[in-house]
Every structure is written in structure tokens, then in C-alpha cells.
């Protein structure tokens, strides 16, 4: 759907930076259909009229609302400096951060829309913390996350060279649960999760507590090398190389600055699951539940391999709820 006053929302567009920009398009997409309905631009709307959008963003995520709210509030004062607002008046200044709660969507905090996570993640400072949310979202993993452990810049790289229609094809390797010996598998993920990888190994040092620590000397040396993810240099471990702890640490960061909304590595594997079975949907936002081999096969979840179909069905219905309140997609038949 096209922005409502479209013309004076690029005008505005056009004096925002280039990294907030897409942010911006979101809040102009999401306010869209109410505008339309109300006939009047967002920045035209009463208190009432607020609290509605609020609940139509339909979000489990409060930062989410603060983002959307900090936004609309820039967006109406550039419109009373323009003289296109009716009154002077900001009435999203009257929305504060304390009355955000009962605007949230409390069934939906096992699962993200993807809108969801971009936004959670904005404000995420470390490439190597962003690039490993990304890859869980969108399926590497493997046993105790040894697909993010023994990533090599090398491996993204390569990846480069094997481009398909909807991304690019990179070989993963992964240690085996009983045996120890390691698996290799092909699995296609987006360029913009190539380039976070990119940035990751790229990065030289860590910011600790995601740029906010309070401590004189606030950051730590990465070790160099040429996995992807590597730890700080005052770890023992002379390669950098991770490992699950790593990862559960990364979380802990995560939450800390999402302020509890995102504390689980099962939540961002879970909105990656919906996010991927959404993509299955045809154009009536239906999906089969034989199709769901594609998501297991992302994800590496277990299947009953004498009957699958049964696996697909249960995981249909784990996630059927989740997938209909972020993607309003359904299942043609359980």
C-alpha cells in the first residue's frame, strides 16, 4: 500500500539520514491503512485516534511502540515547522514510555515478526552480536550452535560465488550430537546476512554491555583469526574460537537491551521458523503442511523419519497461532 499524503511523507523521508530511512517506511506502511480509513495523515491524529494505531501494531515488542512513537513524534513536529498540521500541537508527546505496556500484544512474546526484530535489533552496537542474532533467525545453528563456531570468513566468502534466486547458498559445518565427527551442509541464507558476517569478523573490538558499561576501560580486544565469531583476548583460548557459552552470553546481552523482551535464543529461532513457513504461503496466505520439510531442513529440527508428515503436522501446530497473529498466514489443513 501506497503512504497516505504521499508526497509530503518522501518531502520529510528526505531529511532523514539513509540508516534510519528504512524505519521510517515501516511506520509509513504500518500507519497507511488507518490513515485511509481516517482520512487524515498521522500527524493529524487525536489522543484517541493514537491509541488505535498503537493496538493495530499488534506487537508483543514495547521497543517496538517506543520506535514507532519516537518516529511519529519527529514526523509531527516537521509537519507544525512546515505548517501542514492543523494545531501546534505534538500529541504523541503525550504518549510516555511507562504507558506503553497495554498497547502490547502479551500472547505474541515467543515470536517475532521479522518487522519486529529489525526493529529490536537497531539499536544492538556490536557487528558480532548482530550478525549471530541474524544467523540464528535465519537457521544456522546445528548441534550446541557448532554451525556459528566453526564459521570462517572464508565459508561466507565462498558463499559469494554460489548465488540462487532468493540468496546465496553457504557451506556450514556442524559437529555431530554422538559421534563428535563434523557434517557439512549447504543451506541458502540473504546477502545482508553476509555482509553482518562479514562485518563480524571484521570487527576488532567488543563493546562491552552493547556500548553502555560504566567501567573506565569499556571495551576488550577481539582475538584475531579467521572464524567469524572469536572471543575477547582474555579468554584462554588462542584462536578465538567459540562456543555455546559464547552464544548464551550473547543472549544475555540481547535481553539486557531489549529489557527482557527478548531472552531466549528459542525466541529468535522460533520467529525465524514462522518467518520461514510464511514464505511457504501461496496467495491466498495459505500454506501446506508437507511444504514444512523446507523449514526442518532450515532449521535442523528433528523428524519422525517413519512418518514425517506427523512432524510436519505438530509443528504446524506449535507454530499456527504465532504464524497468524505476525503474518496472517494459516494453514490450508491440519
Request: aromatic share 12%; with cysteine.
Amino acid at each position: 500500500m501506497a503512504f497516505y499524503n504521499h508526497f509530503f511523507k518522501e518531502e520529510f523521508l528526505s531529511t532523514v539520514s539513509e540508516k534510519n530511512r528504512y524505519y521510517y517506511r515501516s511506520l509509513f506502511n504500518r500507519s497507511a491503512t488507518l490513515e485511509q480509513q481516517l482520512n487524515k495523515d498521522l500527524y493529524n491524529f487525536t489522543d484517541a485516534e493514537v491509541e488505535i494505531f498503537l493496538y493495530s501494531i499488534n506487537t508483543s515488542q514495547k521497543n517496538t511502540l517506543v520506535t514507532y512513537l519516537n518516529q511519529a513524534k519527529n514526523y509531527c513536529e516537521y509537519a507544525i515547522e512546515k505548517g501542514g498540521k492543523i494545531s501546534n500541537i505534538n500529541v504523541f508527546k503525550s504518549f510516555s514510555y511507562g504507558s506503553l505496556d497495554k498497547y502490547t500484544a502479551k500472547h505474541k512474546m515467543k515470536h517475532l515478526s521479522k518487522n519486529d526484530l529489525e526493529i529490536a535489533l537497531k539499536d544492538i552496537v556490536n557487528s558480532n552480536d548482530f550478525a549471530l542474532y541474524v544467523a540464528l533467525f535465519e537457521g544456522v545453528g546445528g548441534f550446541e550452535y557448532t554451525e556459528l563456531s566453526e564459521l570462517k570468513i572464508d565459508d561466507v566468502r565462498e558463499a559469494y560465488n554460489n548465488p540462487v534466486e532468493d540468496g546465496y547458498v553457504i557451506e556450514l559445518r556442524s559437529e555431530q550430537k554422538h559421534s563428535k565427527e563434523i557434517k557439512t551442509r549447504k543451506l541458502t541464507v540473504t546477502k545482508n546476512l553476509l555482509k553482518y558476517l562479514e562485518q563480524s569478523h571484521a570487527q576488532k573490538t567488543y563493546l562491552l554491555k552493547n556500548g553502555a558499561s560504566e567501567f573506565t576501560k569499556n571495551e576488550r580486544d577481539i582475538i584475531d583469526g579467521s572464524y567469524v565469531f572469536r572471543n575477547v583476548t582474555t579468554t584462554n583460548r588462542p584462536d578465538g574460537k567459540i562456543d555455546k557459552q559464547f552464544i548464551y552470553r550473547k543472549i544475555k546481552v540481547l535481553s539486557e537491551a531489549t529489557e527482557g523482551e527478548i531472552s531466549s535464543i528459542s525466541t529468535l529461532i522460533n520467529s525465524g521458523v514462522i518467518y520461514y513457513m510464511y514464505l511457504l504461503a501461496d496467495e491466498d496466505n495459505k500454506i501446506d503442511v508437507k511444504d514444512l520439510k523446507y523449514v526442518t531442513d532450515r532449521f535442523g529440527l528433528s523428524v519422525n523419519s517413519l512418518s514425517p508428515h506427523s512432524s510436519y503436522k505438530t509443528l504446524a501446530k506449535k507454530h499456527k497461532e504465532a504464524l497468524e497473529v505476525n503474518y496472517g498466514a494459516s494453514f490450508a489443513s491440519i
